[in-house]
């Protein structure tokens, strides 16, 4: 199994929308069984609450549901049980490694850094432009895809 965990703020814009994003791009690669996807948040701000209507309205126009998601906060345990960790911008990078201590087996990532970009992924709730971080978090999880696929 290959576990991904993707993580922003909040867990309710661009973390939720990756996970979605790519859990629907393994179903139709027929990869699915050998996925677990999750999102979290490096704040507690959100805990409970439930996806942004900006993501939810995207994902809905791709027929993905994110129903009954909430958002949840990274913890240290997170880093033993996933393989990658993919933060949204440089902040939450520095987070992410502030909860876990550092990241000794190099299983940290910024999205879009794994397409050979170089920067990060606008947050939604600040720009307003979902649709730019969409297109953002779909080069990210179509690059670690192939990633993990050799």
């Given at each position: 199994?290959?576990r991904v ?11 939720p929308m990756a996970e979605?994003l790519?859990?629907?791009m ?17 704040s507690?701000?959100?805990?409970g609450?439930g996806v ?6 995207i ?25 990658y ?8 990078l ?29 947050d ?13 978090i779909?080069?990210?999880c179509?690059?670690?895809l ?5």
């Amino acid at each position: 199994m290959i576990r991904v965990l993707f993580v922003c703020y909040g867990n309710i814009c661009r973390s939720p929308m990756a996970e979605f994003l790519l859990r629907d791009m393994v179903q139709k690669e027929g990869l699915a069984d050998q996925f677990i996807i999750a999102s979290a948040a490096t704040s507690a701000e959100e805990i409970g609450n439930g996806v942004h209507s900006g993501t939810r309205k995207i994902l809905s126009r791709l027929g993905i549901s994110c129903a009954g998601k909430t958002a949840r906060q990274m913890t240290r345990a997170d880093y033993d049980q996933w393989d990658y960790l993919i933060g949204m911008d440089t902040g939450n990078l520095r987070s992410m490694r502030r909860i876990c201590g550092g990241d000794p087996d190099g299983k940290i990532y910024k999205l879009l850094e794994l397409a050979g970009i170089d920067r990060d992924v606008a947050d939604p709730w600040y720009t307003g432009d979902f649709e730019t971080t969409y297109r953002d978090i779909c080069l990210g999880c179509e690059a670690l895809l192939r990633r993990v696929r050799g």
